[in-house]
């Protein structure tokens, strides 16, 4: 919608974006900012209850909750157009606990090699993460799964992105 906030960050190897609808009728523009001040923003906004306030002018982006302030410096630009490279149809979803996910992928860690890869693989009620290799250990946990659509195989992934992202959820 019009008034919705859309906050979009990259580490140039994730991109994440989150919308907040119906923040009013305010003039938004785009604000480029840097990222080192996102976990101290992250813990600002999850204290307590209440409101944050969020301003800008031409070289500051502040949030405000309370008697706390916070301000990054603008930076000048514009952030990638990303929109294009994000999926919009999904021809698969598999739907798990995802505690359970968290507890196998930190089980499959152990013996992540490397660069820290794990495979999932799906078939039917489950799903496989595994990990390492038989001469030097290996790690495979199976949980239960709901899938729907097709599903390729199995895919490599780096399991320090999964759980960032799970626990961010």
């Not at 907040?20 to 009728?25: F, L, P, R, T, W």
């Not at 209440?50 to 603008?74: D, H, I, L, Y």
């Not at 992540?112 to 496989?128: D, H, P, V, W």
Request: proline share 1%; glycine share 12%.
């Amino acid at each position: 919608s019009d008034n919705a906030l859309v906050l979009a960050a990259t580490d140039r190897y994730r991109l994440a974006e989150a919308r907040i609808e119906d923040v009013g009728a305010f003039d938004w523009q785009d604000v480029f900012l840097r990222g080192t001040g996102d976990l101290e923003a992250s813990r600002l906004v999850n204290l307590g209850d209440g409101n944050v306030e969020v301003g800008f002018t031409e070289q500051q982006f502040w949030w405000k909750r309370g008697s706390v302030k916070m301000s990054s410096r603008v930076i000048s630009g514009q952030f990638p157009a990303y929109e294009a490279i994000l999926n919009t149809e999904n021809t698969t979803k598999i739907t798990l606990d995802r505690l359970g996910l968290l507890d196998a992928i930190r089980a499959s860690a152990v013996f992540a090699r490397g660069k820290g890869n794990i495979r999932l693989s799906f078939s039917g009620s489950e799903m496989q993460i595994s990990s390492g290799k038989e001469m030097e250990g290996e790690s495979l946990a199976t949980i239960s799964a709901n899938g729907e659509g097709q599903w390729f195989g199995s895919v490599l992934l780096g399991y320090r992105y999964l759980l960032e992202g799970l626990n961010a959820l």
